[in-house]
């Protein structure tokens, strides 16, 4: 990631980060914190009736639900805090708002054509893609979003169906899943959540997301 961003940055994380964060905004929280290792265990005692949401690589942390969509899909979170954490999305998210990029915004294809339109009424002519994962080796279905999304900025309609098909094909043996895991359905349902996610950091530190009204 370059030390100065000047204009927006997007994280993609297809599977699952964005998507998720798209699935909890659709369920109208009062807040969304993202949370990290060294914050976290500050933050559950900040708000002790928080929902966490999220994965780790320490098995120390008790999730309330883990990172795939369909574990939560009819979790009840209307009006509560919701406290997400993501291996690497948090960091990632941490780093773009330190370069000085504006806005942030996480994004996969369920909420891409709301970013598009969120971007589009801001006109910010310079816009940089931040992909999960190692940079040098992008995910398959990261790569296919970023693609797609590119077309579609310029007019263009993107061959759906070979993204969804490489894509599933990629994870289902980069991720070690079934091709029809339903949690990939979620993941390719474009426009399912038109909420674009936002991120903002507050003083204290912490970063929040919330939908633009």
């Known amino acids: 990631m370059p030390q100065k961003i000047n204009g927006a940055a997007v994280f993609v994380d297809v599977f699952a980060a964005a998507t998720n964060i798209a699935l909890i905004l659709s369920k109208f929280p009062t807040v969304i914190i993202l949370v990290n290792r060294s914050n976290?265990?500050?933050?559950?005692?900040?708000?002790?009736d928080s929902v966490l949401i999220g994965e780790s690589a320490?098995?120390?942390?008790?999730?309330?639900?883990?990172?795939?969509p369909v574990s939560f899909i009819d979790a009840d979170l209307m009006g509560k805090t919701v406290l997400f954490m993501s291996i690497n999305g948090t960091a990632v998210v941490e780093k773009a708002l330190a370069t000085g990029a504006a806005p942030v915004?996480?994004?996969?294809?369920?909420?891409?054509?709301?970013?598009?339109?969120?971007?589009?009424?801001?006109?910010?002519?310079?816009?940089?893609?931040?992909?999960?994962?190692?940079?040098?080796?992008?995910?398959?279905?990261?790569?296919?979003?970023v693609m797609d999304?590119?077309?579609?900025?310029?007019?263009?309609?993107?061959?759906?169906?070979?993204?969804?098909?490489?894509?599933?094909?990629?994870?289902?043996?980069?991720?070690?899943?079934?091709?029809?895991?339903?949690?990939?359905?979620?993941?390719?349902?474009?426009?399912k959540y038109p909420?674009?996610?936002v991120c903002r950091?507050?003083?204290?530190?912490?970063?929040?997301l919330y939908v633009p009204v």
């Open 149 to 191: 999304f590119s077309q579609l900025a310029n007019g263009g309609i993107p061959d759906w169906s070979t993204s969804e098909r490489d894509s599933r094909t990629f994870m289902s043996g980069f991720y070690g899943r079934q091709a029809d895991d339903p949690n990939f359905s979620i993941v390719f349902s474009r426009d």
């Open 58 to 68: 320490s098995g120390h942390i008790r999730f309330d639900y883990p990172h795939m």
């Open 195 to 197: 909420y674009p996610a």
């Open 201 to 208: 950091k507050n003083p204290d530190g912490s970063v929040v």
């Open 40 to 48: 976290i265990d500050a933050m559950r005692r900040k708000y002790p």
């Open 105 to 145: 915004l996480i994004a996969g294809y369920v909420n891409m054509s709301a970013t598009l339109r969120f971007l589009r009424t801001l006109q910010i002519p310079e816009c940089m893609f931040l992909m999960s994962g190692d940079e040098n080796s992008p995910t398959v279905e990261d790569e296919k979003f």
